[in-house]
């Protein structure tokens, strides 16, 4: 079965064609990272434009790469959310009309259930497992009891990793997006130079915003103290630690009580080089990670997400902002 997948979510507009939720067919994606830089962050109605620019000619690309007739596929597949209003509605019309025009089942795809459904791709990977997923805008552990049904375990209480990331980069310097620029700066960074609080809170919750502010307060004494430029290194590498232990340590600790052996990353930060190193250290789990490529917005994972989990839905749907 051929799904064609949409995703417009955010600030990437991307279409694929998987087979039978496994095999990449065709992808291709436009990136509009350039683009938003200038601002320091996403603007919703510059993304939802460049969506319209470039969504037509990327089906026509991905279908002629493919090499099938349409009406063969199994269905059209689009991110419905959670994400921005304006630029899902780009991708959820776009794939409205292609559905309607190849008289082909709607499917509607729940967005951090597509990032999920990444880890099938060229994998044997079946539920159970517990999956963490990490993002500009979620970070949560699920517990997948199957294909389709799954229930969070843990979330955070404020800020997403992924936007912590954002806004301690940019206290520091390092431009956007946040993720990869401390990444980059941590690998020369000492991780115990600062040690940074994790947030108080119980059980399999999580809180980001008290770490940022840590952050934020230690770069203003060493301002106010003088002496010379700021250890950027050094700084991101103690923050990027403070995350990850605790993304880490509570991850294992919901596997290990639910006495589950299979661990799931993603999402943007899911291709965070510590993060995954720590994963790939446990000999007892297996633990399953996308590609790179694959962690950050994309169809494929749509694309694999309907065949898993997606649902044929009326030509009335719309999209929704939040998580249902």
Not at 84 to 97: F, W
Not at 153 to 169: C, H, L
Request: glycine share 8%; hydrophobic share 45%.
């Amino acid at each position: 079965m051929l799904f064609l997948g949409l995703e417009s979510s955010c600030d990437e507009t991307a279409v694929a064609i998987v087979e039978d939720g496994r095999k990449v067919i065709a992808s291709r994606l436009i990136s509009q990272t350039e683009v938003h830089k200038a601002f320091g962050g996403v603007v919703p109605e510059v993304a939802a434009r460049r969506h319209l620019e470039v969504i037509n000619d990327l089906v026509a690309e991905v279908l002629d790469e493919a090499a099938i007739d349409p009406r063969t596929l199994a269905g059209v597949a689009c991110t419905t959310g959670p994400g921005l209003i304006g630029t899902l509605l780009v991708g959820l019309s776009c794939a409205k009309a292609l559905a309607w025009s190849y008289d082909l089942p709607l499917l509607a795809v729940d967005h951090i259930f597509a990032h999920v459904c990444a880890n099938y791709i060229d994998t044997d990977l079946e539920p159970p497992f517990i999956a963490l997923v990490v993002s500009g805008g979620h970070s949560q552990i699920m517990h997948f009891e199957s294909y389709k049904q799954a229930s969070i375990v843990g979330q955070t209480i404020d800020d997403a990793s992924g936007e912590a990331y954002d806004k301690v980069a940019r206290l520091l310097g390092l431009g956007y997006p946040g993720g990869p620029a401390i990444d980059q700066a941590a690998i020369k960074g000492n991780p115990k130079a600062f040690r940074f609080p994790e947030g108080m809170v119980s059980g399999s919750d999580f809180s980001f915003s008290g770490l940022k502010t840590a952050v934020m307060r230690t770069v203003e004494n060493l301002e106010a103290q003088g002496g010379g430029p700021l250890p950027v290194s050094d700084l991101a590498a103690s923050f990027q630690d403070a995350v990850n232990r605790v993304l880490f340590r509570k991850t294992l600790t919901v596997a290990q009580s639910a006495g589950i052996s299979q661990i799931v990353l993603a999402g943007g930060v899911a291709a965070n080089s510590d993060l995954r190193k720590r994963f790939e250290g446990l000999d007892h789990m297996r633990v399953f990670r996308p590609s790179p490529a694959l962690c950050t917005d994309n169809a494929v994972m749509v694309a694999a997400a309907a065949y898993y989990s997606g649902e044929p839905v009326p030509f009335s749907v719309s999209a929704y902002s939040r998580q249902h």
